[in-house]
Nanobody
Framework: QVQLVESGGGLVQPGGSLRLSCAAS????????MSWYRQTPGQERELAAL????????YYRDSVKGRFTISRDNAKNTVYLQMNNLSPEDTAVYYC?????????WGQGTQVTVSS
């Protein structure tokens, strides 16, 4: 079955960096668009970054452009989110997403906390 396992979250000071990883299994990873979403308490889950399948085209929400980089390693079935110059506004649970057909699949989420 489809599995998405995130890792790499934690506590970081403002201006710091983190790299999130999402290990995927159970589907044709290289053919699937992959995304990172984030969610804070009481708010809707929002798309942070997306990377398309083979072409590797990327999309970022405005608030993370220039600071976050999404990438993928199709040989390792893994998608990454490099986050630089983090601010307290980036504090959230970050979720890996795979859209397969018309269905969304989610990982369990990893907490990112930006605080001094």
């Amino acid at each position: 079955q489809v599995q998405l396992v995130e890792s790499g979250g934690g506590l970081v000071q403002p201006g710091g960096s983190l790299r999130l990883s999402c290990a995927a299994s159970g589907f044709m990873f290289s053919s699937t668009h992959m995304s990172w979403y984030r969610q804070t308490p009481g708010q809707e889950r929002e798309l942070a970054a997306l990377i398309r399948n083979r072409a590797g085209d990327t999309y970022y929400r405005d608030s993370v452009k220039g600071r976050f980089t999404i990438s993928r390693d199709n040989a390792k079935n893994t998608v990454y989110l490099q986050m630089n110059n983090l601010s307290p506004e980036d504090t959230a649970v970050y979720y890996c997403n795979a859209q397969i057909g018309w269905k969304d699949y989610w990982g369990q989420g990893t907490q990112v906390t930006v605080s001094s």
